[in-house]
């Protein structure tokens, strides 16, 4: 079974910038649809970012401009570059994949999605 393990969660200052990355261990190459969320306490979790199984991506309208979703080339590690972070970015950061072959769009709807990550803390100060 695929497992997800995100790192590269931080603290930073408004305006700067963090990586993260999300490793899919025993990823076959399957053209998963695979995205990042982020949750805070009491509410619920919300998409950031998407990539399709075909490289296709898309982004929350408040973080479009600011961060970048990724995959290397052998796609079995998840990337979302975060540049001029905000303090409302601050969140648990999470990575989540759907495990079908060849998915051609992704949804942003968190319940499509079956393999999660444990999550990794963004914390930006103002």
């Known amino acids: 079974e695929v497992q997800l393990v995100e790192s590269g969660g931080g603290s930073v200052q408004a305006g700067g910038s963090l990586t993260l990355s999300c490793a899919a261990f025993e990823y076959t190459g399957g053209g998963y649809c695979m995205g990042w969320f982020r949750q805070v306490p009491e509410k619920e979790r919300e998409g950031v970012a998407l990539?399709?199984?075909?490289?296709?991506?898309s982004y929350a309208a408040s973080v479009k401009g600011r961060f970048a979703i990724s995959k290397d080339k052998d796609k079995s590690t998840l990337n979302l570059q975060m540049n001029n972070l905000k303090p409302e970015d601050t969140a648990m950061y999470f990575c989540?994949?759907?495990?079908?072959?060849?998915?051609?769009?992704?949804?942003?709807?968190?319940?499509?999605?079956?393999?999660w990550g444990q999550g990794t803390q963004v914390t930006v100060s103002s």
């Open positions: 989540a994949a759907r495990s079908a072959y060849d998915c051609y769009s992704a949804s942003w709807e968190s319940t499509w999605y079956d393999l």
């Open positions: 990539i399709s199984g075909i490289g296709f991506s």
